[in-house]
């Protein structure tokens, strides 16, 4: 099962994709959507998708589209989109050279400086072992780059896992200890950043970095969402936050914390 998490910035809805591969005899996989504004499942299967989204490929929200790493039916990899305005599936392809699904590379998708970026690292050969591709120009197939690459065999080659590039270069990987450690674009050690975990292959595969942006979002449906939660004692929110709830719980009449879920 693969899932997407998404905001229709259209119709200012959060929506979440569920692709479901349930039998191997089956050509096409189970397709749904939950949208919050309904808080009900409907059914896309009639969208036929044929592609196969690797086993716990991450995911990458950019453009108002959900973007994963796929196999086509002719063997090579792919970038699939789902676009949460339209609720349709789209193909784009990677750099040239970087399709073949080669089992010894591994390829995860990411948001870099707000634009598509493609990390690329093996655990075996010459080659540098870590790069990151930027799709400069949404959109444009073109318009990939190569950033910057460096070698992870100076620092323990396949004993590391590569989870999240930030705003300046810098990598946030997992080693083979669990701990978490930041490099610079350079592949030189900048800090431990203190979370320490077990060295299991299941640990390390667990893990997933991501970004976000802080938002306030009142589920006025919650009476359609079975799973919503009503807060009787609001956590402590930041000054401006609390002022603008305060000004929404006037504007609106509320009675109580309780209408808050």
Known sequence: MCLGFGFDPITGDYKMVRITYVDCGREHPQVEIYRLRTGVWQDLSHLEFDHVIYNKSRQ????GAIHWIACCTNCYDLIVLFDTYYEVFRNMMLP???????????KDLVVYNESLALILWNVSGAEPSFC??????????ESWSKHFSFDFHEFGGGSMRPLWVGRHGEVIVVWQDGRLVSYDHDGVEVKDIGVHGSSSEDYRRSIHVDCYMESLVLLKGAHCFPDAVTCYNLPTLHANISDSVDDYRSDHELGSENDYK
Do not use: F, I, K, Q
Not at 97 to 106: I, P, Q
Not at 132 to 141: A, K, L, S
């Open 60 to 63: 990458a929200y950019v453009n």
């Open 96 to 106: 040239v050279g970087l399709m073949n699904n080669d089992a010894s590379t591994s």
């Open 132 to 141: 990151v591709w930027v799709m400069n120009e949404y959109g444009v197939e």
